[in-house]
């Protein structure tokens, strides 16, 4: 056994002594005391069908095999490698790189309770640390499976997990680099190729890491078991020697080899040739060699501590090729090229050296001293799992006996941690029903009665023992026992399964055959004592602390091989009972080291020899589950209406208030102080369904709630934002309103005192008023101006303008008659004329002259096809300017005759059909008379003395305003109207006198009256 210390002292040095382990011992100690480790991942349950249980404690069949493989199968396809019996893990080795150890992860698993997080390596570290952080409890972590399996893997996982995740000073920070680095050297020292694993550990491993009281690493101790020495001179075929002597070789410098004595040709050593394997295409020496030296390095092994220990590796191979010849019974060296070499390298003197090669024999034994006593401790124990083979023998009988004390311990303290559990919860302990494996521990390991003694006897006892007398005794002290057989004592059936020099041991995992050939040279392990005592004379430091020269007058004989491997195991099992355990149960998948192949032969095999299913069962013994009342509570309390969302009561009523509600069973639970227990897991899982259910439901009504409230949030956003845009608007128009009523009260006020100051000399009180008083009366001119000329309204001016109102005015007056102007033509300019003189004639006098005012007058009211044309004929070449039809009334009985008037240049015509009645020429006529009614006779007067007529004529017309017009103008008489009122006279022919009298009335009336005179009644047109 030899152990490696890596601890902090004062000066920050690393010391490398002998030493021994001091931890205290103590009974008194739990399985797992946290109810993280304890618990299940409840939330991956739901995907139990695709992946299968995260816990085993969970399978509803646990006592098969069978269901127990599957569910390893189902996780194995899909990466999952690692799944819990209650706190013991189980991984599989993936052959292949998972991303599942990043420095993300390490994250995810730093002080998260176990069942928050999928099983994991780190949880169980971080479970330790945290327990040992807050218990203050000394934490260890046992690592077994078979080669191959990833125990050291894991183990470098959970330092490297410890290396990120702790708290570290700069200082601590070295000493993290040594345990990360204390693995290249012992790998170096320690591991080779075999054929199940290219980098195998050949020896066990305990490694304390020591904490301080923050929680930093702060220094390390490595304690090896059972070192498989004989590899060092010997190889299967197919495997190699330990990677240092190949990494030396192939990475040393050549100065280095030079100093050894080396040549860079592994070929050349007979220890190096036996396996014929000396390149492995996994591993690459060379380069392993810088890492190695690196190492060496920050442990703190000084150049010439590695050079010491180099001497040493180099010594081996030289060794290893002396050749030996005998003569007459002794034996001699042949050359003595290594012996020098050895001297060198030793040294010792070479003399003495070939003298104790070829001569005597004597035993010597390592030593230890002690610890950190202060320092809280977790424990890494990477050390072999139950191994059967085809031929097992010492080396499996030792391995496989550690693996009965380790499961020995396993039970005593699972069990006794329920126990305590079940006690301190108050509830009734069921005793389980168990293997107990002490029987078998106490097959190997009794004094005197036990195969270790029996093997120790036969070593010392004088006279001639063998392996076959070894046998013998073991069959002669234990035949009878239930755990041992031989082939003599063996039934016909097992006897045929058994070599004759072959026991079996009936371990808790299987039965085992060990075959007792080499049990006794390897168990006497013993070393010349002159070899001994020239190793005691060695100049080489590192070789004279292996070999105390104390030791050589000490004239015991040392122990054996076994009995030092059964007190270190003692001592292993006090530093463990003294610690809370973990365990992580390796296995590997197949043979042929490849990722995905699934084993199941291979696997079944290592279920058993692991004891996973006594391991499950022991878990199983009670409750398959249990968890603390807030926990479970908090989970579940939503599948209740009592208890959701909120439980004010006690604990364990909520709790049992829940589960009632559930339907829980009497049988199916207990609840104790603090905890429920569960006892199927079939009664999780319906449950775990029944919240899947529920969370959907609540995820909807949350949704919606969560909906509701963003709406809510983004009206209320809304509302508030347009009631602020309304203030600020609303502030705006009563500003606005309140200027602009400022502004108003103002002009009034500056008015009110312009209007008082009106009549002033213009000041600054009134210049406001007298210029809005101009303003507004331009404005209202513009806006009222004339439509035409006819159109006389005019605004009222301000006394100041009055003048200029005026000319305005007239300008105005002026702009529209020359517009007016500018629009007349001749037509009209001869139609205004003809107005003008009706004007002139009339206006004012005869009543329906202002009827005849918008009636234009026409050229003729008779066109030429309306004038019988022999009348047209009759006036020859003159040119009618006018006709009219008029009634002509008698000059006697006053009868109304339809004529025509016709107009000449010189004459009017008086027309009868075709016949020129009576032609008047202007220059004859005398004068017109009119009524001043709106009648429309007239009389146009002709000398009495003109023969040609017959008297005045008597006419009506419909157009007498016109007709009259035109006669005047035509005839020149304008000034010849008479507008007469009452009565005309007129002549009748012959000096005789006619009287018209007018006389206003309702309707025009035209009759001869009873005086004979003609009498007209007009209706009055206009009032005058
Ligand atoms: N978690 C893992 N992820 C990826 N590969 C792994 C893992 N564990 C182990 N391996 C692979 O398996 C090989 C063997 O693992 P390891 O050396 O840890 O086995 P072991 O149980 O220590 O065997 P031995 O008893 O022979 O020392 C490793 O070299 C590595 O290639
Ligand atoms: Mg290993």
């Known amino acids: 056994m030899m152990e490696l210390r890596i601890q902090l002292i004062p000066t920050g040095e690393i010391i490398l002594p002998p030493g021994k382990n001091g931890e205290n011992y103590c009974h008194n100690c739990r399985v797992v005391a946290s109810d993280g480790v304890r618990a299940m991942m409840e939330s991956a349950l739901t995907a139990r069908d695709r992946v299968g249980v995260q816990d085993f404690v969970l399978l509803e069949n646990y006592t098969s095999e069978a269901a127990f493989i599957e569910n390893l199968r189902k996780r194995f396809k899909e990466n999952l490698i690692y799944t819990y019996i209650g706190s013991v893990l ?97 790998e170096a020292f320690g591991n080779a190729k ?51 002597f190949y990494q030396i070789i192939e990475g040393g ?73 005998e003569e007459e019974g002794y034996a001699y060296i042949t050359s003595d090229t290594q012996i020098k070499y050895l001297a060198r390298l ?97 097959l190997v390991e009794e004094k005197f009665k036990g195969i270790i003694s029996i093997l120790d006897e036969e070593c010392l006892r004088p006279g001639d023992a063998s392996d076959v007398t070894f046998l013998q005794k073991l069959e002669d002290t234990l035949g009878g026992h239930p755990h041992f057989v031989t082939h003599k004592l063996a039934d016909g059936k097992t006897r045929k399964v058994m070599g004759r020099e072959e026991f079996r041991l009936l371990h808790y995992a299987g039965e085992v055959n060990y075959n007792v050939n080499g049990f006794l040279d390897k168990n006497n392990d013993l070393l010349f004592r002159n070899l001994k005592e020239v190793m005691c004379m060695s100049e080489n430091k590192i070789l004279t602390q292996c070999f105390d020269r104390d030791e050589l007058s000490d004239k015991k004989r040392p122990d054996t091989a076994a009995t030092q491997f059964k007190a270190s195991l003692a001592k292993l099992m006090e530093i463990l009972m003294s610690k809370e355990p973990s365990y992580v149960r390796c296995i590997k998948p197949n043979d042929s080291k490849q990722a995905v192949r699934f084993d199941e032969v291979l696997i079944r095999h290592q279920v058993k020899y692991l004891g996973l299913m006594e391991n499950l069962r022991v878990r199983r013994a009670g409750f398959a589950y249990r968890r603390r009342y807030e926990t479970f509570l908090q989970r579940y309390k939503s599948l209740c209406p009592e208890t959701w969302p909120n439980w004010n009561g006690k604990l364990s009523d909520g709790v049992s208030t829940l589960v009632k509600h559930l339907g829980y ?75 602009r009523r400022r502004q108003a009260a103002n002009t009034i006020r500056r008015f009110i005192k312009g209007f008082i100051y009106r009549h002033k000399e213009r000041c600054p009180e009134n210049e406001y008023f007298l210029d809005y008083v101009r303003y507004s009366f331009l404005m209202n001119l513009h806006r009222n101006l004339p439509k035409n000329v006819l159109d006389k309204s005019w605004p009222t001016p301000p006394a100041a303008l009055t003048e200029s109102s005026e000319l305005l005015r007239k300008m105005c007056m002026q ?78 009985g006053y009868k109304p005759r339809s004529r025509q008037l016709l107009l000449t240049a010189n004459s009017a015509i008086i027309v ?70 009452g009565s005309i006279k007129f002549t009748a022919g012959h000096g005789k006198e006619g009287i018209i009298d007018f006389t206003p009335g309702s309707e025009l009336l035209v009759a001869k009256a009873k005086n004979g005179h003609l009498s007209v009644t007009a209706p009055r047109l206009n009032s005058r």
């Not at 409890?137 to 399996?149: H, N, T």
């Open 90 to 186: 189980v991984s599989v080795n993936p052959y292949k790189d998972l991303e599942i150890y990043t420095k993300n992860h390490m994250e995810r698993y730093r002080g998260v309770n176990f069942y928050e997080v999928s099983p994991h390596i780190y949880a169980v570290s971080d479970n330790a640390y945290r327990s040992m952080r807050t218990e203050r409890k000394d934490q260890c972590i046992l690592i077994s499976g078979e080669s191959g399996a990833g125990k050291t893997e894991a183990s470098k996982k959970i330092l490297q997990y410890y290396a990120v995740t702790c708290p570290a000073s700069e200082h601590v920070q070295t000493i993290k680099d040594r345990l990360l680095q204390s693995n290249p050297v012992l």
């Open 194 to 244: 075999t054929l199940r694993n290219d980098n195998s550990s050949r020896f066990g491993k305990y490694m304390d890491i020591q904490f301080d009281f923050k929680g930093a690493p702060v220094g390390g101790h490595i304690i090896n078991y059972l070192l498989e020495k004989s590899r060092v001179v010997h190889q299967n075929h197919g495997e190699r020697n330990f990677h240092i």
């Open 253 to 325: 410098e050549e100065d280095l080899l030079r100093r050894l004595g080396l040549e860079r040709n592994s070929q050349q050593y007979q220890y190096l040739v036996k396996g014929n394997c000396p390149k492995v295409s996994s591993i690459n020496d060379r380069s392993d060699w810088k890492v190695v030296r690196k190492a060496l390095a920050v442990i703190g092994f000084n150049d010439d501590e590695v050079e010491e220990l180099l001497n040493i590796i180099a010594s081996v191979l030289h060794l290893g090729n002396v050749q030996y010849k």
């Open 346 to 442: 030793l040294g010792v003197n070479g003399t003495v050296l070939t003298e104790a090669l070829t001569h005597k024999k004597i035993i010597a034994k390592g030593e230890e001293d002690e610890s950190h006593k202060d320092a809280s401790v977790i424990g890494l124990l990477d050390i072999y799992g139950f191994e059967v083979f085809q031929h097992n023998s010492f080396e499996q009988f030792c391995i496989n006996y550690c693996n009965e004390k380790l499961q020995q311990l396993f039970i005593e303290l699972t069990l006794k941690s329920e126990q305590e559990e079940y006690e301190a919860e108050g509830i009734t302990w069921e005793p389980v029903q168990y293997f107990n494996n002490k029987i078998i521990c106490d």
């Open 665 to 739: 069973k009497p049988e199916e639970y207990k609840l104790g102080r603090s905890k429920i227990f569960i006892r199927f897991p079939k009664t999780l899982f319906a449950t775990e369904d029944a919240l899947e259910t529920r969370k959907h439901g609540l995820a909807t009504k949350l949704q919606a709630g969560w909906k509701g409230y963003c709406q809510k949030t983004k009206f209320q956003k809304l509302r508030t934002s347009a009631i602020a845009i309304q203030a600020w608007w609303r502030g705006i128009l009563a500003r606005r309103k309140a200027q």
């Open 815 to 892: 702009n529209m008659v020359w517009s007016y102007c500018k629009k007349i033509d001749s037509e009209w300019k001869h139609q205004m004329e003809q107005k003008m003189i009706a004007s002139d004639i009339f206006k004012d006098k005869k009543d329906n002259y202002p009827q005849s005012v918008p009636k234009l007058f026409v050229g003729t009211r008779l066109n030429g096809e309306d004038i019988n044309p022999k009348a047209i004929q009759a006036l020859g070449s003159e040119k009618m300017k006018y006709a009219v039809p008029v009634t002509k009334y008698d000059r006697k």
């Open 912 to 981: 009868e059909e075709g016949k020129l009645k009576q032609r008047i020429d202007y220059g004859a006529l005398k004068g017109i008379s009119v009524s001043s009614l709106s009648d429309g006779l007239f009389v146009l007067h002709v000398p009495s003395e003109d023969n040609k007529q017959k008297g005045d004529v008597v006419l009506q017309s419909d157009h007498v305003i016109e007709t009259l017009t035109k006669i005047a103008i035509c005839a020149d008489k304008i000034n010849s109207i008479n507008i007469n009122q």
